[in-house]
């Protein structure tokens, strides 16, 4: 395979950046070659077509792009915490808090997601939480419970929550709120059972 030049790779990543702009704004379906060459400023669509395979080579690359934002964004904060349970908190938290600071990369991938065929993205983060999960039973942090389970339920809520708010950004101390409502309540329902409790 040719090695892509400096100029190659800016074009890329500007057809990139606009792509993400414009599905965030006009959705999946929206998000037509025209107009994402209208809004990257290239004479026409055949600079996408060189740059991209196609549709699906172009939306995989705005997937890779995001996911580098977000992991840029929430793993320092993650890999800060101590712990199963401070993990929790710092992904839920965060990933809460992403919605404020990247509201494109976050609506673009909510309707990449949602079209997508089958997404790799979703299946892999589901298989973390149910590790991550076991791991915290094993050690006795979190209760007994079907770790897959709940990890669909967590990350159900979650995307519930961040949907909701990049629908319509709220302000960073509301974001906050919600990020630290939310994994309140995660880490309540996985606590283990106080000795004479119930679960």
Same mark, same amino acid.
């Given at each position: 395979m040719r090695a892509r030049t400096f100029t190659e790779s800016g074009r890329r990543a500007?057809?990139?950046?606009? *792509?993400?702009?414009?599905?965030?704004?006009a959705g999946y379906?929206?998000?037509? $070659?025209?107009?994402?060459?209208?809004?990257?400023?290239?004479?026409? *669509?055949?600079?996408?077509?060189?740059? $991209?395979?196609?549709?699906?080579?172009?939306?995989?690359?705005?997937? *890779?792009?995001?996911e580098q934002v977000t992991g840029a964004f929430m793993e320092p904060r993650i890999a800060a915490a101590v712990g199963p349970v401070a993990q929790l908190r710092a992904y839920v938290e965060s990933n809460v808090a992403l919605v404020g600071q990247h509201p494109d990369e976050v609506r673009a991938l909510i309707e990449l997601v949602r079209n997508a065929a089958q997404s790799p993205a979703v299946n892999g983060r589901l298989a973390l939480f149910e590790e991550? $999960?076991?791991?915290?039973?094993?050690?006795?942090?979190?209760?007994?419970?079907?770790?897959?389970?709940?990890?669909?339920?967590?990350?159900?809520?979650?995307?519930?929550?961040?949907?909701?708010?990049?629908?319509?950004?709220?302000?960073?101390?509301?974001?906050?709120?919600?990020?630290?409502?939310?994994?309140?309540l995660y880490v309540r329902a996985t606590a283990p059972v106080p000795e004479g409790g119930t679960t």
């Open positions: 500007q057809i990139v950046a606009s *792509t993400i702009a414009v599905i965030a704004e379906a929206g998000a037509s $070659f025209s107009r994402i060459a209208k809004h990257a400023g290239l004479s026409s *669509t055949g600079m996408i077509s060189y740059h $991209f395979a196609g549709k699906d080579d172009l939306f995989a690359a705005c997937i *890779t792009e995001i991550h $999960f076991r791991a915290g039973q094993a050690a006795g942090v979190f209760r007994a419970f079907d770790a897959r389970t709940v990890a669909l339920a967590l990350t159900s809520g979650l995307d519930a929550v961040v949907a909701t708010a990049a629908a319509a950004v709220p302000e960073p101390a509301e974001l906050a709120r919600l990020g630290r409502e939310l994994a309140d």
